[in-house]
């Protein structure tokens, strides 16, 4: 699936996947190590299954290097067919603000189409709402929960994303899934 301007252009797209849930009891000596829970470890490779069948493999893939953060991607990667080598682990990406995302995203390759950014909450849930607006999130839920993934068009320079110049196309989370 391509997204095309009304002038024929391509527009970019930005896939922003949050970490999937992570192991709270786990005996990591810090937050940044905390591992993937099962359910995690389940989630990540069914999103990654429908990027793939969804036909919406990036082109470019950066994440955060938080050990629950590197597990998500590896998981997606591997259920995508893509070289997990192709990942750019930026350490903005962990404990980020949503200008720090911005910028994470302005640093970009320019022919870059379709990015992935995995990271975390709130910054991925500010930058969804910066750059697409307000999203309400579902009854009884979290607008962003582990391992939910957001697709938006982009403009065509990643290092101009003003407020409200993005649409969300999609809104996936691994419990709306089936199986």
Known sequence: MSVALSNGSMRRELLLLRHAKSAWGADAPTDFERPLAK?????????????????????????????????????????????????VFVDDVYEAAMFDLLDVLADCPATSRR?????????????????AGRVAAPPGGKLFPTAA????????????????????LSFIRPRTLPG
Do not use: K
């Not at 994440?63 to 998500?72: G, L």
């Not at 068009?153 to 649409?167: K, Q, V």
């Open 39 to 87: 359910r995690g470890q389940r989630d990540a490779p069914r999103m990654g299954a429908w990027i793939r069948e969804s036909s919406l493999l990036p082109d470019h893939v950066v994440s955060s290097p938080a050990r629950r953060a590197a597990q998500t991607v590896h998981l997606a990667l591997v259920e995508m067919g893509l070289d997990e080598e192709a990942v």
């Open 115 to 131: 990015v992935l950014l995995v990271g975390h909450n709130p910054a991925l849930e500010d930058l969804v709402e910066h750059l």
């Open 149 to 168: 993934l957001a697709h938006l068009a982009m403009p065509d320079d990643w290092s101009r994303l003003p407020r409200g110049c993005a649409e969300l």
